[in-house]
């Protein structure tokens, strides 16, 4: 089972910023994309952002330009960059992996979630 911890959540006021960080096992060594999502009380769980393993990005329209994704495949960690929050942000934010074993079979993975809270 892999493992996967994130970090960085917390309470902020709207306006403010926080960096979210999610790493997975340094023993893998095939991560295809990588993604960032939430879920708010009440509601469905809902992608905030992907990234793949070659770079390519998307995010929901919500975030563009808020938001920003990125990773270090050194270290197997991806980052959610936060700006301009809003309370609508406010969530339970999820870190999601899809790997590759050594049969080439994909699986996926997530964190346990980490409670980002934005204050008006």
């Known amino acids: 089972q892999v493992q996967l911890v994130e970090s960085g959540g917390g309470l902020v006021q709207a306006g403010g910023s926080l960096r979210l960080s999610c790493a997975a096992p340094?023993?893998?060594?095939?991560?295809?994309?990588m993604a960032w999502h939430r879920q708010a009380p009440g509601k469905q769980r809902e992608l905030v952002a992907i990234?793949?393993?070659?770079?390519?990005?998307n995010y929901q329209m919500s975030v563009k330009g808020r938001f920003t994704i990125s990773r270090d495949n050194a270290k197997n960690t991806v980052y959610l960059q936060m700006s301009s929050l809003k309370p609508e942000d406010t969530a339970v934010y999820y870190c999601?992996?899809?790997?590759?074993?050594?049969?080439?079979?994909?699986?996926?993975?997530w964190g346990q979630g980490t409670q980002v809270t934005v204050s008006s």
């Open positions: 340094a023993s893998i060594s095939s991560i295809d994309s």
């Open positions: 990234i793949t393993s070659d770079g390519y990005t």
């Open positions: 999601y992996a899809r790997i590759f074993d050594y049969s080439g079979s994909a699986y996926t993975y």
